[in-house]
């Protein structure tokens, strides 16, 4: 769940603050964007992309504070009719951006988030999580960022026993010999 959690967070801020150009799209996904409204609706029709196969609709806003700083300070990603995968996805992922240039900070909050599977069962969260990028961001080298995560997310699991996670000063370091976060 948190794979698809991440990966709808990273395509909807992705293309809310831009995205990579017409070039990056496939042919089975469409972007719409509106300065104007300051949104964003991509639809996928049984889309391949990023090792995901995507059906449905994400509807992305977002806020820009100025035209002197034209990055995404805050975005709200819903779900329609949306499929991870053949998962089944609903509810809203909300992010907001702060800290400083080097030392960021992005809160994320996911509200009645759930995910039904093939075989009907379910699982359901919600969120409200702080990730403070302490190391690698404003030098550029991301391949070795510190960050920071705290917070608590809770929820139903597929058993339908509830659960509840509190996260308090965990530290990821992604500079790791192996490879992996620690």
Known sequence: IGAIFSDA???????????????DIPSCMDVVRNIDTKTVTITFDNCSYRGVTRNG???ISYTVPNIAQPRAVSVTITFDDYTHNNIQVEGTIVSEFGGTYLIPVIDVSSNDMKATFSDGKTITWSSDLTYKIKQGFGDGNLGTNVIELNGTTEGVN???ESYEATYSAVTVDRSCDTGYPV
């Open 57 to 59: 609709i994400l509807h």
């Open 9 to 23: 967070f990273a395509v909807g801020n992705n293309e809310a603050g831009g995205g990579g150009g017409k070039a």
């Open 158 to 160: 597929r058993d339908g």
